[in-house]
């Protein structure tokens, strides 16, 4: 008897080896954070540049590997959680234009390049509450060369779409003020604004240039 249950046990010991073997990923894989966002690691690699179904639900891990989030990417809207929604109604609307680089440069004067509008490549754009009140921005990037590179932000009203404007290259955001930061830099000298959205459109707050190092600011009290 005891030689039987010995077997038993070692057969059932293979068999949990086995079905370990034949799913790594199940039993290796987790969601990890660092100070620069979540990814998804699976054994000693990582998801990255591509879409994936964890739980149900589907993501899109970028070039880098990190979770995307709070973006629509290639006409797909990803949320604050990166994953893949319907969204808002404004964020509807977003993705619809998003997909017609065509009406972008024509209508909203955004710097697309030709061979994009004749190949009508979805545009990916940040989404952003920029000032709290429950409805979405698209920070829209674009250029066709250094010297017209520059960021277009929309916003959502009665049912349609507006342009607030445009801002530098290099954007950022501040959740705990809720204003935009834009800026340009050209053979050594950085010009900036900070922004808030009123009306619909965007007002310069704040104003400052770097210039061989020295940095200048300005202030627009009460717009």
């Not at 990255?48 to 880098?64: C, E």
Request: charge should be positive.
């Amino acid at each position: 008897m005891k030689k039987i249950k010995l077997i038993k046990v070692i057969a059932s010991t293979l068999m949990v080896a086995s079905i370990l073997a034949l799913n790594p990923i199940r039993a290796n894989a987790e969601w990890r954070k660092d100070s620069k966002g979540w990814w998804y690691a699976v054994g000693n690699s990582y998801y990255k540049n591509q879409w994936k179904q964890i739980g149900g639900y589907w993501y899109y891990f970028g070039y880098n590997g990190y979770l995307v989030q709070n973006r629509i990417e290639n006409g797909y809207y990803l949320n604050s959680d990166g994953a893949w929604a319907t969204g808002s109604e404004e964020i509807q609307a977003y993705v619809k234009i998003l997909t017609n680089p065509k009406l972008l440069k024509d209508k909203y004067g955004l710097s697309i390049p030709n061979s994009l509008i004749k190949s009508n490549t979805s545009y990916s754009t940040d989404i952003v509450d920029i000032n709290k009140d429950g409805i979405y921005e698209a920070l829209v990037g674009s250029e066709t060369s250094h010297a017209d590179a520059k960021t277009s932000v929309f916003t959502y009203k009665n049912g349609n779409i507006q342009f607030a404007g445009d801002l530098g290259n290099d954007i950022y955001y501040s959740e705990k003020q809720n204003v935009l930061l834009g800026s340009v830099m050209f053979q050594g000298h950085q010009t900036g604004g900070v922004y808030k959205l009123e009306n619909g459109k965007l007002v310069k707050v704040h104003s400052f240039e770097l210039i061989n190092n020295l940095f200048k600011e300005s202030y627009v009290i009460d717009g």
